[in-house]
């Protein structure tokens, strides 16, 4: 039984350091398919004025929270919902409800200019967190094991 | 029913509610700050519910799929182009600061016109007069003019007629896109379409939905003195209140359509008055 605990107590900081790791990459992956999004959005409407719903389609999202928010615009445009598991700060998540409430709404120009800085926005977070990435990655892992070695050095 | 169902999918949940609750009707009437409407068999019936500015934006954002950019000009004229033959009218506030001239929030009010889903005109109506020729067909708005249209081009294209159709569909409302055997020229300004099939569609009709506007009568005519015929629609009510309409006056004046097809109602059933050029008023 002592055993069982010593080896729970020593995996749960180690599963939680992984899954934290995992938050990282989610949103690395979630800002890089937002600002990509943005970027495509902007240059389909000031080149082809091409609908949205038809942007979405052919838009190729890696990440599937981004991937699931795009199909709930398309389908419910003014009652799209943000779920409480996007992988972002409370800021960007106020940052793209402003974005994706004003698609369907505004002219062509505007449109552009609203993509084109949210692109920009979501674009120069991604390349900073992108860079920061390896490192948070790598210490939310190191920290989980080390706190679950600690924990199993105490109780033995 | 199956119009209705997906409309009602398209709007706002209150007002889709509201929408599979009332059953069939002709029209779903969305007005800023008024009660949601249903048109049947001519009459206007109220919901409990109120429209508000979310309602319609929801509305607009779901008929435009999610693209007001790219139905903008179309708005401006009064329309969105639709699929499956519901057609979709828009009042909006005129907005002369704004350099696109028009914002989502400026829409005030909303038409969904839903279609019937079988054929309305008789078919030995079109036996009455030679649907080949120029025609001009009139009524009042709402009147059956464009399903007059949307009927009769079809039958050009086949035997005994057997004519190379041209409909130039500047609304979306005669073909939604598709014109069987007919050349479509789908979404396109009126007299930009008539310029276009005459010189590279060689048509011996053309079909015209909705003139009457001084620029009509120009390429009408340029149209007509090229050889093709022209089988065109017009509001009024009877050929006393055409004839006050001064640029339908001068193409008739002109001796442009052959034949005058005016639709009325009677007894909730729609009528149809054919009367040749020569007894014309």
Do not use: W
């Not at chain 1, 972002?88 to 998540?93: D, F, G």
């Not at chain 2, 002369?96 to 109506?125: A, C, H, M, Q, Y």
């Not at chain 2, 001009?136 to 007059?148: D, I, N, Q, R």
């Amino acid at each position: 039984m002592k055993i069982i605990g010593i080896v729970l107590l020593t995996v749960a900081p180690l599963i939680y350091g992984l899954r934290s790791a995992k938050t990282v990459r989610d949103e690395v992956r979630f800002f890089g398919c937002a600002a990509e999004f943005a970027r495509h959005l902007q240059k389909c409407v000031e080149y082809e004025n091409r609908d949205t719903n038809g942007i979405i389609d052919s838009f190729s999202c890696s990440d599937e929270t981004f991937g699931k928010l795009l199909e709930n615009l398309r389908n419910n445009g003014y009652y799209c919902e943000f779920p409480e598991t996007i992988p972002i700060s409370a800021e960007y998540k106020k940052a793209l409800g402003e974005f994706f409430s004003m698609i369907g709404k505004v002219s062509r120009k505007e449109l552009c200019d609203s993509a084109r800085y949210y692109s920009d926005l979501f674009g120069s977070e991604y390349e900073k967190i992108k860079k920061a990435a390896p490192d948070k990655y790598k210490s939310r892992i190191v920290i989980g094991l080390a706190v679950g070695a600690m924990l199993a050095i105490l109780f033995i | 029913m199956d119009e209705l169902r997906y409309v009602s999918g398209l709007l706002s949940p209150a007002l889709g509610a509201e929408c599979v609750k009332f059953g069939s009707c002709e029209e779903i009437r969305l007005r800023k700050g008024g009660r949601l409407a249903f048109c049947k068999n001519g009459r206007q019936y109220y919901s409990a519910v109120t429209v508000n500015e979310e309602d319609l934006i929801h509305a607009v954002r779901a008929f435009t799929r999610n693209s007001f950019h790219t139905y903008m000009p179309y708005v401006k004229k009064g329309f969105i182009p639709f699929e499956g033959g519901i057609r979709i009218g828009v009042a909006a506030r005129g907005n002369p600061e704004k350099d696109d001239g028009l914002s989502v929030s400026d829409i005030t009010s909303l038409n969904v016109r839903l279609p019937k889903s079988e054929k309305v005109v008789p078919l030995e109506i079109f036996s009455r007069f030679p649907p080949d020729k120029s025609a001009l067909v009139y009524s009042p708005p709402g009147g059956g003019k464009t399903t007059f249209l949307r009927e009769l081009f079809p039958l050009l294209t086949e035997e005994p007629y057997e004519k190379k159709v041209c409909v130039v569909d500047s609304r979306g409302e005669l073909t939604y896109g598709q014109g069987g055997n007919a050349d479509v020229l789908f979404l396109e300004d009126k007299a930009e379409g008539v310029f276009k099939a005459i010189r590279s569609l060689s048509p011996d009709v053309i079909i015209l939905d909705e003139i009457g506007l001084d620029e009509d009568t120009k390429y009408i005519t340029d149209a007509k003195n090229a050889g093709a015929e022209l089988i065109c629609s017009s509001h009024g009510s009877s050929a006393g209140t055409l004839m006050k309409r001064a640029n339908v006056k001068r193409l008739i004046d002109q001796g442009v359509f052959e034949t005058f097809i005016g639709i009325g109602e009677q007894n909730g059933r729609r009528t149809y008055e054919i009367t040749p050029k020569r007894d014309f008023v």
